[in-house]
Nanobody, 118 residues
Framework: QVRLVESGGGLVQAGGSLRLSCAAS????????WGWYRQTPGKPRDLVAQ???????NYADSVKGRFTISRDNTKNTLYLYMNSLEPEDTAVYYC????????????WGQGTQVTVSS
């Protein structure tokens, strides 16, 4: 079982920056992917950015060049640095982790609201 706790959301003006954190605890074996998704009312949850086993990263086209994902393995924490925020970035941001060496176990955090005002 893995527990994910997000923090760092809030209200920011367009052009501003935020840093989201996702602290993981529990039995964390082999991490396959660890990333951030976001969701607005009535829409599906979409991938924002993720780290992949082996060290590569993957970003949604809409955030490339503005958002940066990073991990601190000593703290079991994932970060999302969000710069040049736009009103379109307003959403609930969820942390997601896929762990398991021979199987796949997926866990979600409770979500953190990010609101960007114009």
């Amino acid at each position: 079982q893995v527990r994910l706790v997000e923090s760092g959301g809030g209200l920011v003006q367009a052009g501003g920056s935020l840093r989201l954190s996702c602290a993981a605890s529990g039995t964390i074996l082999s991490i396959n992917t660890w990333g951030w998704y976001r969701q607005t009312p009535g829409k599906p949850r979409d991938l924002v950015a993720q780290t992949i086993s082996g060290g590569s990263t993957n970003y949604a086209d809409s955030v490339k060049g503005r958002f940066t994902i990073s991990r601190d393995n000593t703290k079991n924490t994932l970060y999302l640095y969000m710069n040049s925020l736009e009103p379109e970035d307003t959403a609930v941001y969820y942390c997601n982790i896929d762990v398991g060496r021979y199987s796949s176990y997926v866990y979600w955090g409770q979500g953190t609201q990010v609101t960007v005002s114009s």
